[in-house]
Nanobody, 117 residues
């Protein structure tokens, strides 16, 4: 069973920065895709960014130019650097991974990001 350990959420003022981390373990397979989704109160969960093992990246339009995703394949860890944060970025952020070969999807427990003055 894959375990995902997320860290880095918190409270930040508008214009501030946070860096989320998600470390994956518990499988013999590598991870085809690693990424982040978010869910704000009353809204559907949405993709923020994801990155494949070979470095192909996708961002939501709302975060392009402000957020940056990267991963360390040796550590099975994905990072999300969030800059110029806005109140509308407030949400629970969930780590998401898809294993290679079996293409099974796993979710982290979520970490709260609150952008407020």
């Amino acid at each position: 069973q894959v375990q995902l350990v997320e860290s880095g959420g918190g409270l930040v003022q508008p214009g501030g920065s946070l860096r989320l981390s998600c470390a994956a373990s518990g499988t013999i397979f590598t991870f085809y895709s690693m990424g982040w989704y978010r869910q704000a109160p009353g809204k559907q969960r949405e993709l923020v960014a994801d990155i494949t093992r070979t470095g192909i990246i996708a961002y939501a339009d709302s975060v392009k130019g402000r957020f940056s995703i990267d991963r360390d394949n040796a550590k099975n860890t994905v990072y999300l650097q969030m800059n110029s944060l806005k109140p509308e970025d407030t949400a629970v952020y969930y780590c998401n991974v898809i294993t290679s070969v079996t293409f099974r999807t796993y979710w982290g427990q979520g970490t709260q990001v609150t952008v407020s003055s």
